[in-house]
């Protein structure tokens, strides 16, 4: 059994995001991770794709995600569970932003066009 007390949390902040980090493989050993993404009104994530499922609960404001073309809107309390290995954005809404809780392997890489793969810092 792991413990990971509140003070232990890791935050990553991007341009787009911020991210905190509640479990991980560097948080406790778990192959899963386990995340909070914080995106002000009107910010767009970049185009990419991770070679892992994820899950995605929206606890706060709503989201349009773009997988392989098709746009899906979000809205608190839905979850989208999102393939391994397709092409996706995520736009916060304009007016409330968004906050979710997300779930995959902890070992995700991430990819997509100009970007090297790699673990994103709040999922290792």
Do not use: F
Not at 50 to 78: F, K, P, Y
């Amino acid at each position: 059994m792991t413990l990971v007390r509140r003070h232990h949390a890791r935050r990553v902040e991007t341009p787009n995001a911020t991210m905190t980090t509640y479990a991980s493989p560097a948080l406790g050993g778990s192959i899963q991770a386990l995340w909070q993404v914080e995106m002000a009104p009107g910010a767009t994530g970049p185009v990419h794709v991770m070679d892992a499922e994820q899950i995605w609960t929206v606890l706060t404001g709503s989201a349009a995600v773009t997988v392989d073309g098709e746009r899906i809107e979000l809205a608190v309390g839905d979850t989208l569970v999102l393939a391994a290995g397709r092409t996706r954005q995520i736009a916060a809404d304009p007016a409330s932003g968004l906050t979710a809780i997300v779930t995959g392997r902890g070992a995700d890489v991430a990819g997509g066009p100009g970007r090297e793969p790699t673990v994103p810092p709040w999922i290792a």
